[in-house]
C-alpha cells in the first residue's frame, strides 16, 4: 500500500506544501494560500492531482499505476475544520489536459 502525506506550512509571505509519496519529499511554495484545494484522481491514466480550486492552478501531480481500490483517508494534525465537498464538476484546466 502506498501512502501519501501532505503537509502545509504558512511563513509571513508565502506557503509551504510538503507532499510525501513513497519515500519522495517534493515541496512546492505558493504566495497565495488557496482557501480550497481541489484532489482529483483519475485512476484509469494513472494520475493524482492537487490544485487550487479557486483558480485552477495544479499544486502537484503524482503519476502512479493504480492496481488496487484506492482509498482516500484525511486526518488533521491539530483541532480544527475540514470539509470535504464530493460529486463537483471537474474544472475546465482538466478537461482540456
Known sequence: M????VFWFPFSRSFLYRFL???VMSDVRVTEH???IG???DYSAGRLLFFNAERGLVLFTIRHKFTHAAHP???LEKAGALTLCTGM?????????
Open 2 to 5: 502506498r501512502r501519501l502525506t
Open 21 to 23: 509519496h513513497a519515500g
Open 34 to 36: 488557496p482557501a480550497r
Open 39 to 41: 484532489i482529483l484522481l
Open 73 to 75: 483517508a484525511f486526518a
Open 89 to 97: 464538476d471537474l474544472p475546465e484546466f482538466v478537461k482540456h489536459s
